[in-house]
């Protein structure tokens, strides 16, 4: 399963099936695989976050996507994120984008 499949239908599925599925997705994805449950959690909690707005209006804009890109920037330390990390959840982000 492609992650765009799955973020496409994540704002009309439950959260334990959303939560399932991206779990399946990370697993699978050789990008991914690095990522602890940590790491999971910030990406489901994102997706949380903005689900109505994606809902409402069909995404999100460039302008939330990067202060969001910001915020998790300037807590990389504390969430214990790499480049690489930030690159792979910017690349989850930008599948929302309007």
Same mark, same amino acid.
């Given at each position: 399963?492609?992650?765009k499949e799955i973020l496409k239908n994540a704002v009309h599925e439950p959260e334990y099936?959303?939560?399932?599925? &991206?779990?399946?997705?990370?697993?699978?994805?050789?990008?991914?695989?690095?990522?602890?449950?940590?790491?999971?959690?910030?990406?489901?909690?994102?997706?949380?976050?903005?689900?109505?707005? &994606?809902?409402?209006?069909?995404? &999100?804009?460039?302008?939330? &996507?990067?202060?969001?890109?910001?915020?998790?920037?300037?807590?990389?330390?504390?969430?214990?994120?790499?480049?690489?990390?930030?690159?792979?959840?910017?690349?989850?982000?930008?599948?929302?984008?309007?």
């Open positions: 399963m492609d992650i099936l959303l939560e399932r599925k &991206i779990n399946e997705f990370i697993i699978h994805d050789y990008r991914f695989r690095h990522f602890g449950e940590a790491h999971k959690k910030l990406i489901l909690d994102l997706i949380k976050k903005y689900k109505e707005l &994606i809902r409402k209006n069909g995404g &999100i804009s460039a302008h939330i &996507i990067q202060e969001e890109e910001y915020r998790l920037y300037e807590n990389r330390l504390k969430l214990d994120l790499v480049e690489e990390d930030l690159k792979h959840i910017k690349e989850i982000l930008e599948y929302f984008k309007i």
